[in-house]
């Protein structure tokens, strides 16, 4: 079974300062990894994906990703944060195959990382 | 705006009662997902339907149901409400059918079970 840990529940930075969450999957097939970002009252936001090649990728508004298949992370960086960055962040995890019972395989998100940001 | 609405904002009710929530996908796409997030169960993916047909279910319960219109809309229908059930209800829409695309989210529907 496909599964994302996410082991920070909470993350205060000073603004200006780099920021990196961690997030570990499991995942049986080659994996398809994101980045969301759910600012209060809003719906979830695509940050970045990984699926296949460089294993660094680059997302929006400044956050990158590094996928490293022998530690099974992707954890996401910024290399300075503003104050409204401040907003909880999921990891997910999920692939092209199929599952057990042929349905398409649906994302699995990690329980989040609330990130405060200090003036 | 990530183009994917949804209605009501908010929904105050009392056990034992039936709602139903509305999903507008986005523009093009063709599969709507419903989410619950809660803080005890974090973001659990309920079901998915694909051009009016049901594609994968989740951890959804048997009070819980759901369906897509030609238009594409979905709605879900949470009967015999309990306590437990309140939470933010997400809908999201992709293109594809799997977990492979990006996922726009609504901004959700809190449902409050009192």
């Known amino acids: 079974a496909q599964s994302v840990t996410q082991p920070d529940i909470h993350i205060t930075v000073s603004e200006g300062a780099s920021l990196e969450l961690r997030c570990n999957y499991s995942y049986g097939a080659t994996p398809y990894l994101f980045w969301y970002v759910q600012s209060p009252g809003q719906g979830l936001q695509l940050l970045l994906k990984y699926f296949s090649g460089d294993t660094l990728v680059q997302g929006i508004k400044g956050f990158e990703a590094e996928f490293k298949r022998s530690q099974s992370s992707f954890n996401l960086r910024k290399p300075s944060v503003h104050w409204s960055d401040a907003a909880e962040y999921f990891c997910a995890v999920g692939g092209s195959d199929r599952t057990s019972s042929g349905s398409a395989r649906q994302l699995t998100f990690g329980s989040g990382t609330q990130l405060t940001v200090l003036p | 705006d990530s183009g994917v609405t949804q209605t009501p904002k908010h929904l105050i009710t009392a056990t034992g009662q039936r709602v139903t929530l509305r999903c507008s996908p986005r523009s093009g796409d063709l599969s709507v997902y419903w989410y619950q997030q809660s803080l005890d169960q974090g973001l659990q993916f309920l079901i998915q339907y694909y051009n009016g047909e049901e594609r994968a279910k989740g951890n959804i319960l048997e009070r819980f149901s759901a369906q897509q219109f030609p238009d594409l809309h979905s709605e879900l229908n949470l009967s015999s409400l309990e306590l437990g059930d309140s939470a933010l209800y997400f809908c999201?829409?992709?293109?594809?059918?799997?977990?492979?695309?990006?996922?726009?989210f609504g901004e959700g529907s809190r449902l409050t079970v009192l």
């Open positions: 999201a829409s992709s293109a594809g059918q799997g977990s492979t695309g990006e996922l726009f």
